[in-house]
């Protein structure tokens, strides 16, 4: 199990490391359109990101509703404390 | 030292004109786009044997509307303009990219190329008078998402050439530009090199906030100047998200200096010393 924690700091890398967001601007509340200028297409790069990081199969509608930090740690933590499908 | 004089700014007389000029001009412009939205441009379409040569058909109209409409304003003393590299922009395929300091930026791009596709915002699709021209001659809505890329590089690859403006808005006046990374996604998708086109306006008009009833002190003079293409060397090695943002970084640098160049033309330069 991972905790919220461990995952913020993992996403804020995997930003860092993708769209080369200063990791000061990552905050549980920073909006990802708004204040990190993440578009749809930065998205779908994201997502792809995610699932080689979590061996989970991603479906793009369980981010439709992702709007800030919190919200993609909170989406995150819950696919990765879910078992894999058999 | 003989320095040029400055330029006057223009008479109560000539302004006034100008104001009732300007408001006459958008009232042919309105009219104009209504008649042809139900007359011309639907004949044009549906008597096209396809979609495709349909639109084409209605493009060169616009084309041409809006040519007679930079004539007219030029014609009623409204301003000047000067077009520096023409023949480049005619070449089939070309990915224009423009800033966009005025209102009317969209009508001498147009003018200037006889078939060009544009992305245009959606709210558009609702003007009274805007939507008749963006619907019959095919205009790509911006709302479509990442589809949006996928159409873009589509009709660069079928040989169609697309205006975008990257700011996604006019310019603020006194603001640093703010390119969106949009026409970098598309460039890097259809693999095809930008074409830069630089235009300024002095004195500045029709910018954003600007009423069209509030005309400058003197009649303006409009530059558009077709630059040389912005490869992609380097930036398809990248991963896509970091070379759509260094390529829409590097696109914004070269407007900088390019905008800088222009009105510097344009301004009367201040000779330190004597």
Avoid at chain 1, 56 to 73: L, M, W
Avoid at chain 2, 47 to 69: E, K, L
């Amino acid at each position: 199990m991972q905790s919220t924690q461990e995952i913020f700091e993992q996403l804020r890398s995997v930003l860092q490391e993708l769209f080369e967001i200063e990791p000061g601007k990552v905050t549980l509340d920073a909006h990802l359109y708004n204040d990190l200028e993440i578009d749809s297409i930065d998205t779908i790069d994201l997502i792809l990101r995610l699932k080689e990081l979590t061996g989970r199969k991603i479906q793009p509608d369980q981010f439709r509703n992702v709007r800030t930090v919190g919200d993609a740690v909170a989406a995150i933590r819950e696919l990765v404390n879910t078992p894999a499908a058999a | 030292m003989n320095e040029p004089a400055p330029p006057q700014d223009a008479s109560r007389f000539n302004r006034a004109w100008r104001v009732f000029a300007t408001g006459f001009s958008f009232a042919c412009f309105g009219l104009g786009a209504v008649l042809m939205g139900f007359t011309l441009w639907p004949l044009l379409r549906l008597t096209a044997p396809d979609r495709r040569r349909g639109i084409a058909r209605v493009q060169r109209a616009v084309s041409r509307s809006m040519a007679v409409f930079v004539w007219l304003m030029k014609s009623l003393g409204l301003l000047t303009y000067e077009v520096r590299g023409r023949d480049k922009l005619l070449v089939p395929g070309q990915f224009i990219v423009a800033n966009h300091p005025t209102l009317i930026d969209v009508v001498f791009l147009v003018s200037l190329v006889p078939e060009v596709d544009c992305i245009v915002k959606q709210a558009l699709w609702r003007h009274p008078f805007l939507r008749w021209p963006v619907v019959w001659a095919g205009y790509i809505s911006n709302a479509t998402g990442e589809g949006l890329v996928a159409a873009c590089a589509a009709a660069l690859g079928a040989g169609r050439s697309l205006v975008v403006f990257p700011e996604g808005t006019r310019t603020r006046p006194a603001e640093p530009l703010n390119l969106q990374r949009g026409a970098a996604q598309i460039a890097l998708a259809a693999r095809r090199e930008l074409r830069p086109v630089t235009i300024t306006c002095e004195p500045i008009t029709l910018f954003k906030g600007n009423p069209w009833w509030r005309v400058p002190p003197r009649r303006p003079h409009w530059v558009i100047a077709v630059g040389e293409p912005l490869g992609l060397d380097g930036y398809l090695n990248e991963a896509p998200p970091l070379a759509a943002r260094h390529l829409t970084q590097a696109l914004t640098q070269w407007f900088d200096v390019s905008i800088a160049q222009q009105l510097g033309e344009m301004r009367p330069q201040t000779r330190p010393g004597g």
